[in-house]
């Protein structure tokens, strides 16, 4: 049986530290570092503009696989596949 996972933000000494299912990702303190999360979102849109909207539903709307599969029109399969490589994308960038 799965456990329940926290869903609130909680802040970390660099900024607040959000849940990615098993990817945590910094979200900056800043607003310079807000600026940099927005575009790391912008360019996966311009690479992949259905994995930004899944990442939109997911990470800011909050809502599950099954919920963001119904929104999309896909499967939650599909949304599976497509938010574990988006969240590694995501990584990728803030990362570096």
Known sequence: MPTARRTTPRRSPRGWVF????????AP???LDLL???EAVTQL?????????LVKL????????EEAAEVL???AV????HWRYARVWLHRQMST
Request: no cysteine; net charge neutral.
């Open 58 to 65: 997911r990470f800011f709307a909050g809502l599950s696989r």
């Open 73 to 75: 029109g896909v499967s």
């Open 29 to 31: 303190a800043s607003s």
């Open 36 to 38: 940099a999360l927005d």
């Open 78 to 81: 599909t949304v599976k596949r």
């Open 45 to 53: 849109a311009r690479e992949d503009p259905g994995k930004a909207e």
């Open 19 to 26: 849940r990615l299912d098993d990817v945590a990702i910094e």
